[in-house]
């Protein structure tokens, strides 16, 4: 199941920091997530789940935020989201209000999530989400130190292609 959270996002962590009042607006996450298609890739995002029944999914925000900061660094599952527990600026790109201490995600939902997307949602990823960040020109895509790294969008679209062939 899938439910939206762009609209009523309950406070999650209330007894820390608010985020957007003690942040660097001129920080390269930030200026990067104003730029990013966030209701497009929710809305493709919604589209992978079913609705009113079963265990709400995580908030597209945060895993295309996980997921871009991954094509960004060049990283693995688990150090983005050792990344993102560790800098505010990228709890913020990926839509937290209140900077979180405790484990918000496992990466192992990164890996459910790149199975359970499909080739339209990681074409325009792909497409969209470069563009947006080769625009920005505060980031530069990594290339692969390790192979089984490189192209990860291009293995997951080529991952899903063979799957329905």
């Known amino acids: 199941m899938y439910r939206s959270e762009k609209n009523n996002n309950p406070m999650l962590f209330p007894k820390l920091f608010h985020l957007g009042g003690r942040l660097d607006d001129s920080n390269r996450w930030l200026k990067l997530g104003e ?5 497009k890739l929710d809305e493709l995002y919604g589209k992978y789940f ?11 925000r945060l895993i295309t935020g996980l997921l871009t900061v991954k094509l960004i660094k060049n990283l693995s599952d688990e150090e983005a989201v050792q ?6 600026y990228m709890q913020a790109f990926c839509g937290a209000e209140y900077f979180a201490v405790e484990d918000v995600i496992s990466s192992s939902v990164l890996s ?9 949602f990681f074409s325009f990823f792909d497409s969209e989400v470069g563009r947006v960040i080769r625009d920005s020109k505060t980031f ?10 490189a192209g990860l969008i291009g293995r997951v679209i080529n991952k899903i292609k063979t799957l329905f062939n």
């Open 35 to 39: 730029a990013m298609p966030w209701e």
């Open 50 to 60: 079913t609705k009113g029944y079963g265990r709400p999914a995580k908030d597209s």
């Open 83 to 88: 990344e993102f527990m560790e800098n505010p």
């Open 112 to 120: 459910e999530r790149r199975k359970r997307l499909g080739a339209d």
């Open 140 to 149: 530069r895509l990594r290339s692969a130190k390790d192979p089984s790294r």
